[in-house]
Structures are given as C-alpha cells and as structure tokens.
C-alpha cells in the first residue's frame, strides 16, 4: 500500500508545479512530487540498496574516483522527428538494452531536459560502477529512439527538452 505524504508549499511553488502540469510535463502535481522525491531519493542511496550500487554523494565523496579533462561535447541539430503517421514499422523496431535503459530514464514524467537526462544515465552507471558513455553517444540513442517514434525533441527557452511519446516501449 503506498503511503500519502501531506505538505505545504509557498504559492509560487504551487504555480510553477502547475504551469508544468498545463504545459503537459507533468500529468499532475502528484506526478511531480512522485518524480522529484524519486530523483532526491536516489540522490542519497535509494539505488544504492536495490542495485548494489553507491549513491551520487558515495561516488563525488569517494577519494579513489579520479576525475580527468574532458573535452568539450558538441551535437548538431536534430528536427522534431516525430512520425507525422504512426508506421506499424516505427513502433514495432527492435530497441537495444541501452535503449531501454534511457526510456526507463522516463519513469514518472514525460519530459526531461537533455542534459539532465544524461546527467542521470550518468550517475546510474556510476551507481553500478560502470563507465559512462559518451554524450555523443548519447544522444545518438536519443536520436534512434526518435526515429523509431518512442520520444520527441522539443526545445523549451532555448534548451533541448526530450519527450516521451511511447512509454511502452
């Protein structure tokens, strides 16, 4: 039986939870706080003790993580891909385990910013003390996934927001 947690927020809170609601981010504001304590939880080590894995503050504390340059990610331009008809090939390709690993990424919201997408793929791996992948790998997934009509590339305030379209992989 799940249980109810009862809270009050300041009225600015309450608007901006609903402008999301209303721009269809969030189906409702339930969907939100379900979504935010999710992301919070495996912050501090929910996955921890299901996956066997570490928490994002076990691996930043952690002094044997090295942390090395990076080179600068860049990505070109991706159009709205959505199918303008549903093609029974579209919904019926084969999707890799890491494509079902970034649909999962959805679970709870139907949207999620680019980089915050990646920033989470990238600390579940880490969870699991496995290597990430690169962000242009990434994205090509994203892309892949697109093509195949399970999300859609939207942009929001000059920022690339991905939607889900087809949970159901």
């Known amino acids: 039986m799940p249980e109810e947690i009862t809270i009050q927020i300041p009225n600015k809170l309450a608007e901006f939870i609903d402008k999301l609601t209303t721009e269809g981010f969030f189906e409702n504001r339930e969907d939100f706080a379900r979504c935010s304590l999710e992301i919070i939880a495996q912050l501090y080590g929910l996955s921890a003790t299901s996956k066997g894995g570490k928490s994002l503050l076990d691996v930043l504390s952690d002094k044997k993580v090295a942390i090395t340059e990076t080179k600068p990610i860049t990505s070109s331009p991706v159009k709205n891909s959505q199918p303008e008809t549903k093609n029974a090939t579209n919904s019926n390709m084969e999707l890799s385990q890491i494509e079902y690993e970034i649909l999962d990424l959805f679970s709870g919201t139907t949207f999620e910013y680019e980089d915050a997408l990646y920033a989470r793929f990238t600390m ?29 590339r939207t942009e929001h305030n000059n920022k690339v927001i991905w939607k889900i379209i087809d949970k159901y992989g």
Do not use: Q, R, T, Y
Not at 125 to 130: H, P, R, T
Not at 141 to 149: D, T
């Open 124 to 152: 579940d791996l880490m969870k699991l003390a496995k290597v990430p992948i690169p962000k242009n790998d990434f994205l090509s997934k994203l892309n892949n996934l697109a093509n195949k009509g399970k999300v859609e």
